[in-house]
């Protein structure tokens, strides 16, 4: 396959994921479908953390297997097809919902929800060595900005499509055929990326380290690589940004937002992903992924300072809730792609070539915990309130400006 040809079924791939995961978005439709199941925000927090955690505590494990056996696709379709198997799973749940109590419904959720989160985990270790090995450096910002565009534009009919659901079906088979959409995307997109076959350049290993090597050797990595240690530090303090996000889609509700028009934040943060996209994949292969990652650390203390802000102005009316909280959502979402971006470009960039796999590995599992904050935040909202979230959130941003700051001057 031709490199123009790899590209492009990288990118299609690509695009028909992102679509199907802004289906099943943890800050909107998920956060909207758990707050309307049990009204906790406990729970809502955990819906984030959760996802981000599953999605990177595996890759401990993920990255020693695909670095022992050189077989980053195995591991690929098991992560791919498992979680779009958990999303139809979860559609079919939702569809038969009326006939469950609404206790146990939100236990079945929750539980799926986390067989998602830890199956999809399994994907970014195979994921990141494959594109890396198939997509030259200079191409990389540019071809995930292509996924993020194409997938915004498609998600965009999801969210049309998403908000006439809501709207006219029943709560929740109205959620059951958004999720049913999401599934079948994800479906797609797991047979378009894995007929790319394996990487060009990887192989066995001679020599097969035990896990306790493997764990060892990422000590190692932490401690003599200065710029490993210094994101690895930055991506913790994203991580206590990322607290809040569950809590957007909340603290709009209880600002006046109508929860019937949810599918109208995913829209703006859609929008906004696919407005940013030109501008982060330029700026990525130009510029350079640490610059990017300055950029975009900036612009993450701007939506909680504007939630912090509400606070001494708060809102009056319900038109006024939607168009606030629709412009945070789009800031939301093109600081997210831009992130996104700049993280996976990053990792990539400072990985060498033969133990990628690892380094994936070492570097989400060592950031996993911090993406459990939702979690803890959920329990802070419910004894405190809201915005002592927004407050940490922010100061957070700032941290993580200083450390992605004196990366670049290392």
Known sequence: MGEG??????????????????????????SALVFQLTGSPILVGAVTAIL???????????????????????YYKIGAFGRA????????????????????????????WTAYAFISGIVAVPYNDIVARTIPSERRSRLLATRFFGGGLLALAIV?????????????????????????????SSGVFASLGGPEGASKPSAKPTFFQYLRDGIEV??????????VFAQWCGGAVLMAMPFYVVQAY???????????????????????????????DK??????????????????????????????????????????????????????IAVIGYLMEISPDDQRPAYSGYFNAITAPAFLLPLLAGFFAAFFGLWPIFALSALAAVLQVFFVSSIGRH
């Open 287 to 340: 510029l350079g992924k640490a610059s990017l990652l300055r950029a975009v650390a900036f612009g993450r203390i701007f939506p909680p300072a504007v939630i912090l802000f509400l606070a001494f102005e708060p809102i009056r009316e319900q038109t006024e809730a939607l168009f606030i909280f629709a412009a945070v959502f789009f800031v939301l979402g093109a600081l997210a792609n831009g992130l996104t």
């Open 222 to 231: 932490f401690h003599t690589d200065r710029r490993f240690r210094l994101f």
């Open 160 to 188: 049309a499509l998403a908000d006439r659901l809501v709207v006219d079906m029943a709560f929740p088979q109205s959620y059951a055929a958004i999720i049913a959409m999401a599934a079948v995307l994800m479906f797609l």
């Open 254 to 284: 209880a600002s006046g937002f109508d929860l019937t028009r949810v599918a109208v934040l995913l829209g703006a943060q859609t929008a906004g992903a696919l407005a940013s996209n030109a501008l982060w994949g330029w700026w990525g």
């Open 85 to 112: 198997g958990c999303m139809a799973l979860l559609a079919l749940v939702l569809a038969t919902g009326a006939y469950w109590s609404q206790g146990l419904l939100a236990v079945a959720v929750m539980v799926l």
């Open 52 to 74: 981000r955690f599953g999605w990177l505590f595996p890759q401990l494990f993920v990255g020693f297997l695909a670095q022992r056996d050189g077989a980053s696709m195995r």
């Open 5 to 30: 040809r790899k590209f492009t079924s990288v990118a299609a791939a690509g695009i028909t994921f992102q679509a199907g995961s802004a289906a099943v978005d943890s800050a909107t439709i998920i």
